[in-house]
């Protein structure tokens, strides 16, 4: 038996913008869960978002996969807003950056098939 048993409260916040957060940090619980979905580990995780405590990580993902559809909900929503604000900002591109863009991109999945 354990004594004293502590019920444990999830480490989530909402700032004024309604975006989610883990804990005291800024850490954006997207950011959270979609490494884990990818396979990081929970110190794989703390290791890329150093502000974060490896209690709260633990916590968000034991929360997650208790709620899952909820998390995939919000999380999808994050998604889909942050595509339509990078949409807005690539439309104001002018032509010479745009012509860029499949070069950087090429370049930046080069360095991630790297790692």
Do not use: C, W
């Amino acid at each position: 038996m354990i004594p004293n048993s502590t019920i444990l409260s999830i480490p989530l916040r909402q700032d004024a913008e309604k975006t989610i957060r883990i804990g005291s940090s800024r850490v954006l619980l997207e950011l959270v869960i979609h490494a884990f979905q990818v396979g990081e580990s929970v110190e794989g995780i703390v290791d890329m978002y150093p502000s974060l405590k490896i209690a709260d990580v633990y916590a968000v993902i034991a929360y997650y996969l208790s709620n899952p559809q909820e998390i995939d909900d919000y999380v999808r929503q994050r998604d889909e807003q942050g595509e339509q604000i990078q949409s807005a900002i690539v439309a104001n591109y002018d032509d010479a950056t745009k012509a860029l863009l499949p070069r950087l991109r090429t370049i930046r999945h080069n360095k991630q098939s790297d790692d």
